[in-house]
């Protein structure tokens, strides 16, 4: 049945053909589903015929042999899943080129060889638990690598949350940079101690420098930079905090922006010398420090550094242009630039991110303060989830119980009453955010008629945001998507909410046509869909 125009589900009935040996659907199909189950033997290439392909899933069988070459041909494969099999070989380097691929899980495989260029455009990828060896790229996560006994990294802190060993010198010249630059670096600066938090900084790679240093009793850190920042630098670019570089104040300081002498604009979060006398304040500020040194992801924003004195203390953070989502939201001009397609990525980008963080940092992360003023916009509207000063490191063998923390209109109603924190309570805090999104204000009145059964009188098109025309075609699924897993994360009972992870898959998924007019369809229809909690 190869080379047609065939449309929907693949019939039930095919699952009786028992004595079945050869069905090929070629230059047909989209999505191919058969995981968990007892495959056997190797890839056939002519799955690379399979040119329509978006989403293939093979987990969980005993398929072993090589990755095809001819898997290469799948340009428009967006999800690949073959994972919990019997792969062996080297990771072929053709993943470079599959240029839509969002999500690649290959874990628990026999894979061998070095770890090759990956799409930067990658929203998940597993390699955990295989035979993978060298270093660790610039564009996956060690969390993305546990496992592989060969992967090693010049970073301290994955050497010891990872038991990752440290990448040989490649030669002479190399080992005497790691030594000389650090020394010379503090050398040119005046400064007599390196020192990064509680660790010795020792590796230089790629052109990143890890440089601490101290002025005047201040503690100067910088990392993953081209390590030629200056605590001087920092002060010129300010004329030492001057308000006219402030561009935004925060529960607890001045955001400032600053441009380097090497043209880089990067964003200051200070906390006043008072404010930092007040213990909660203190402690949140460094708090702050503590999550985002050790984490890493394209929608959470980036830490450069950070200076600690009693008289002054900043953060330096990248730069997002285009500011919150809050305030874009709020401005009618940017509001209509903001259009629906760039409104469900944003959904989707703050997903992946909740997602990260509950689910691939050990122990999970949970945010607390998830809210539209939180989500902050680069100039291509990608957005970046930001301030965790109130995050929490959640520990499972321990109440979790706390103070209520976060901002009004998005904090998860059962912390009213349990003081237990979860990641169910930032699972919350998302669907309001989302829900913002599409209505373009703050949906205090919809949350309130979503606990009646109001609902089935309340059409979607009547709470979209007025401002932009109906969503057209092309992008109407993508807000449907988006309406449904708002309404599933706003359950009141926390217990019936998705796990962030579920929703980050979901939206890698493709969405069934519709088959009723859109703008019939009502907020208890949504309500309504199932939105699987595996």
């Not at 495959?39 to 329509?52: D, E």
């Not at 997602?355 to 509207?381: A, G, M």
């Not at 970046?384 to 929490?392: E, H, K």
Request: hydrophobic residues 40%; aromatic residues 10%.
């Amino acid at each position: 049945m190869s080379y047609n125009v065939l449309v929907g589900s693949l019939p039930s009935y095919f699952g009786q053909l028992t004595n079945l040996q050869w069905l090929q659907l070629g230059s047909n199909l989209e999505h191919l589903d058969i995981s968990n189950n007892r495959l056997v033997g190797s890839l056939p290439s002519y799955f690379g015929q399979l040119t329509n392909l978006r989403w293939l899933q093979l987990g969980s069988n005993s398929i072993n042999g090589t990755l095809p070459t001819s898997l290469s041909n799948l340009t428009l494969l967006e999800h690949l899943d073959i994972s919990n099999n019997l792969l062996v070989g080297s990771l072929p380097s053709y993943f470079g080129q599959l240029t839509n691929l969002l999500y690649l899980d290959l874990s628990c495989n026999n894979l061998t060889g070095t770890i090759p260029r990956l799409p930067y455009i990658l929203e998940y990828v597993n390699m955990s638990y295989n035979y993978l060896k060298g270093p660790i790229p610039d564009s996956i996560s060690p969390y993305a690598l546990k496992g592989n006994k060969d992967v090693c990294t010049d970073i301290f802190y994955y050497q010891k949350g990872f038991q990752m060993k440290p990448c040989p010198p490649h030669n002479q010249t190399m080992h005497i940079l790691r030594i000389v630059l650090p020394i010379l670096g503090a050398l040119i600066l005046a400064f007599s101690l390196l020192m990064c938090l509680t660790h010795h900084i020792t590796a230089i790679k790629n052109k990143h420098a890890h440089t601490t240093t101290t002025k005047n009793g201040d503690e100067f850190c910088i990392w993953n930079y081209d390590g030629n920042m200056a605590y001087e630098d920092i002060i010129r670019g300010t004329e030492d905090f001057d308000f006219r570089y402030c561009i935004g104040t925060g529960a607890y300081g001045s955001v400032y922006k600053a441009q380097l002498p090497s043209g880089k604009v990067v964003a200051l979060k200070k906390l006043h010398g008072f404010e930092a006398e007040v213990p909660a304040l203190d402690a949140s500020f460094r708090n702050e420090i503590k999550v985002l040194s050790e984490i890493k992801h394209r929608h959470i924003v980036k830490l450069y550094g950070f200076c600690l004195h009693r008289r002054i203390m900043f953060l330096i953070y990248q730069y997002m242009e285009r500011g919150s989502l809050f305030s874009v939201l709020y401005d009618d001009a940017e509001a209509m630039e903001l259009d629906w397609k760039k409104r469900a990525d944003i959904v989707k980008g703050v997903a992946h991110a909740l997602s990260y963080l509950h689910h691939d940092c050990i122990p999970p992360i949970v945010h607390r303060d998830i809210s539209s003023s939180n989500i902050l916009l680069n100039t291509e509207w990608q957005p970046s989830v930001s301030d965790f000063g109130t995050a929490r490191i959640l520990q499972h063998d321990s109440s979790n119980r706390t103070i209520v923390a976060g901002t009004i209109g998005y904090i998860a109603p059962e912390l009213a009453y349990t003081m237990v924190v979860s990641e169910k309570c930032d699972v919350y805090s998302f669907g309001v955010v989302a829900l913002e999104t599409l209505v373009g204000s703050h949906p205090k009145e919809i949350l309130s008629s979503l606990q009646s059964a109001s609902t089935e009188d309340i059409k979607l098109c009547e709470i979209l945001d007025p401002r932009l025309l109906f969503p057209g075609r092309a992008v109407l699924l993508d807000i449907l998507q988006v309406a449904i897993v708002t309404l599933s994360c706003l359950n009141p009972n926390p217990c019936s909410r998705p796990t962030m992870k579920c929703v980050s898959q979901y939206f890698l998924r493709p969405l069934a046509p519709l088959h009723i007019s859109a703008r019939e369809i009502s907020l208890h229809q949504l309500m309504s869909q199932e939105l699987s909690m595996t």
